[in-house]
């Protein structure tokens, strides 16, 4: 008896170890990216490392001149300020990019009247372009000079491998009295395997709210919007943002006080910029499409497919290890326009260091300085 007794604790005491272990099993690298001892160093997931390849252009990219596509061709409602030939250049790397091998251009056009408009593919594309040229031109601070291209989330997907849709019911639908988890409890990818809430993507990224996880005062009622299932909500997004890029919390925060601008990497300031950019693609250029998309191409509920971290960094925190193919297709920086009123604004635009105000929820207020 005293036996069994033994090898019972010790399978117990080891399935708990198992348990408190992490969310994921593999291998892991650690890469120092602090002063020792500081305990910010990044614990990188060595099976969710994915090669990014760079697909070569299609051939060299042609100069600016000549005659512009709007002059060539019919119906060019987004790129007819470019040169032909250049034109031509980024839509046969599109064709590479997107379509299906056995399609080609055939994917979004009509071979037999190229200017229709009649293949939703083709509403769709050139909706995803203005979206592209947005992100180069007014979304610097989180994309930086690298840039972005159609390759960077569809990496020769016809869809992105890495799209979300509202998980749960939406207001007013049935409510399941025994099986209801109130959208956590179930261990999926989007959380990093956690039993926190699933969709912390429509509260986020499909709406205009601001994160907000801890207050000042021990009364709720002053403390509006920092209730526990907003902050499990919040843990939620950072699970998955901590996923997406394949790092840890102290590739952004600093252990000491999270919610400090002050003492924070310079990547959480361009972690906040992320977000609002995601926040406008969903809403802005993706939602819009709600008309056009096909059922096949929406969730359970009927809303588009859309974006979140992971579409575009794919478990590394750099796309394409950061690796820009804007050089060879200009035409996707689109011509110069102004930034947008969120980068301009004194309140809406941080830097890693910048102080900050305490919200009145004892979450940190945006930065204030300019990067």
């Known amino acids: 008896m005293i036996r069994v007794a033994t090898i019972t604790k010790t399978i117990l005491a080891g399935s708990v170890m198992l348990t408190m272990s992490a969310c994921e099993f593999g291998h892991r690298k650690i890469e120092q990216t602090g002063y020792r001892g500081t305990g910010a ?47 031509n250049h980024l839509m046969a ?43 180069n031109q007014n979304w610097t601070p989180h994309v930086k000079q690298t840039g972005v291209t159609c390759y960077t989330c569809h990496a020769g997907n016809v869809i992105p491998k890495n799209v979300w849709a509202m998980a749960d019911a939406p207001a007013g639908g049935p409510v399941r009295v025994m099986s209801n988890k109130h959208g956590q409890d179930t261990p999926v990818a989007s959380v990093a395997f956690s039993s926190l809430p699933y969709d912390p993507f429509t509260t986020y990224l499909g709406a205009k709210n601001n994160i907000r996880v801890q207050g000042v005062s021990a009364l709720r009622g002053a403390t509006p919007g920092a209730s526990i299932a907003k ?60 008309s056009v998309f096909p059922a096949n191409r929406k969730g359970p509920y009927g809303d588009v497919l859309k974006a979140n971290c992971t579409t575009c960094h794919q478990g590394i925190n750099k796309p394409l290890g950061g690796v820009s193919m804007l050089k060879d297709y200009p035409a996707l920086m689109g ?22 105000t305490a919200a009145a929820d004892g979450n940190t207020a945006a930065p204030t300085a300019t990067r």
Not at 251 to 273: E, G, K
């Open 93 to 135: 790397a599109i064709s590479t990019w997107i379509a299906p091998p056995e399609q080609g251009c055939n994917y979004c056009h009509n071979p037999n009247n190229m200017a229709s408009d009649e293949l939703y593919t083709k509403v769709v594309a050139r909706r995803m372009l203005q979206m592209t040229i947005n992100i």
């Open 231 to 290: 902050t499990e909500k919040t843990y939620g997004l950072m699970m998955h943002m901590s996923s997406a890029l394949n790092v840890n919390c102290t590739y952004c925060h600093n252990t000491d006080s999270f919610s400090s601008w002050s003492n924070s990497r310079p990547q959480r300031a361009q972690a906040w910029y992320g977000i609002r950019m995601v926040g406008e693609i969903n809403n802005k250029y993706i939602a819009s499409l709600a």
């Open 41 to 87: 160093d990044q614990i990188i997931a060595t099976k969710r490392l994915v090669a990014q390849t760079v697909p070569a252009p299609p051939y060299a990219t042609p100069d600016d001149s000549g005659p512009r596509a709007s002059e060539t061709y019919q119906n060019v409602k987004v790129l007819g300020n470019v040169s032909t030939e250049r034109f």
């Open 335 to 356: 011509a110069p326009a102004p930034a947008p009123a969120v980068l301009v604004a004194p309140a809406a635009a941080p830097a890693a260091a910048a102080p900050v």
